[in-house]
């Protein structure tokens, strides 16, 4: 077996392990779907293993592949914690330089994300910035952001996090919409109107059907799992909706139904990982984004 086996090979078996496919982690290395197969091919080679079997779903991961994934992921974490290190050491003393990558949802992405990265280019015309819109928890361990805004508590001992506050949610519909329908007054109101929610079942879903009897999937008229693309159609009068209540105030704005009957409040939490404290880049970032989410959050509460 060869001793001097390289990272890529093991970083090739990792993303097929995740995905399920060569053309997924492909996807997700950034990679060639080509490259990957060589990848895997050649590290069973070096092992004297076979790592994957083929199947109709995708390729499927043997004995020695579930036996080799701790490892292999221990070497991962090695690598982001050394690149980690080597970027903070890139920066130089007091240097606000080089590339931040911010991992947001969404919604927070597109609402209120432009105008703290917009302030940040102007006071660091240096710093470049990349923003993951997604509603995945990213891997700040394994280096897939520098910073990550959550809406639940990190649990990893290696971050630096900082609570921000809570993003109240509330139901929401354009007063275009209310023009056609009275406004409901009572939650069984609500079976006269056209609500607008998720395809598939989320956390989030679960937690608000307990607030919000009859919150499911079949109550809603018009679903789709892209927060955006509902606050989008809430916007447009198609009907009903959650929406976060700093963003229902802000022009064209939405009015709020049913304050009283339904709330929903989503811990919000800024996160780094440790390595990147004395990055100037990295610290800019970190605090810049605090103080713009407080920003968002607060506003909504000194409202009248």
């Not at 709020?256 to 939490?269: G, K, N, Q, S």
């Not at 440790?274 to 959050?297: H, M, N, T, V």
Request: charged share 20%; hydrophobic share 50%; glycine share 8%.
């Amino acid at each position: 077996m060869a001793s001097d086996i390289e990272w890529e090979l093991y970083r090739a078996f990792l993303g097929v392990l995740r995905e399920g496919s060569l053309s997924g982690a492909a996807r997700a290395l950034g990679v060639a779907q080509p490259t990957v197969g060589r990848h895997v091919a050649a590290l069973e080679k070096a092992l004297g293993l076979v790592l994957f079997t083929r199947s109709q779903t995708g390729l499927l991961p043997t004995e020695a592949a579930f036996a080799l994934r701790p490892h292999a992921e221990t070497m991962e974490s090695t690598a982001a914690a050394l690149e980690r290190t080597a970027s903070g050491l890139r920066d130089g003393a007091g240097s606000v330089a080089g590339t931040v990558r911010i991992s947001v949802s969404e919604v927070v992405g597109v609402e209120v994300m432009p105008a703290i990265v917009a302030d940040l280019a102007r006071r660091h015309p240096a710093l470049k910035v990349e923003l993951v819109l997604s509603n995945r928890v990213h891997d700040l361990l394994q280096r897939e952001a520098d910073i990550a805004v959550r809406m639940t508590a990190p649990r990893q001992e290696q971050l630096v996090a900082r609570r921000i506050g809570a993003i109240e949610l509330g139901l929401h519909a354009a007063p275009a919409y209310l023009d056609r329908r009275p406004a409901p007054a009572t939650l069984a109101d609500l079976g006269n109107h056209a609500l607008i929610g998720y395809d598939r079942p989320t956390p989030f879903v679960r937690q608000a059907a307990k607030a919000l009897p009859g919150f499911t999937r079949d109550r809603f008229a018009l679903r789709t799992d892209s927060d955006v693309a509902q606050l989008a159609l809430v916007r447009a009068g198609a009907g009903i909706g959650v929406c976060q209540v700093p963003l229902a105030m802000r022009a064209p704005a939405l009015v709020r139904v049913l304050p009283d009957a339904f709330t929903f409040r989503l811990d919000t939490w800024v996160t780094m990982h440790e390595d990147l404290r004395a990055s100037p880049r990295c610290r800019i970032a970190f605090d810049a984004l605090a103080a713009g989410l407080e920003d968002y959050i607060g506003g909504a509460r000194s409202a009248p």
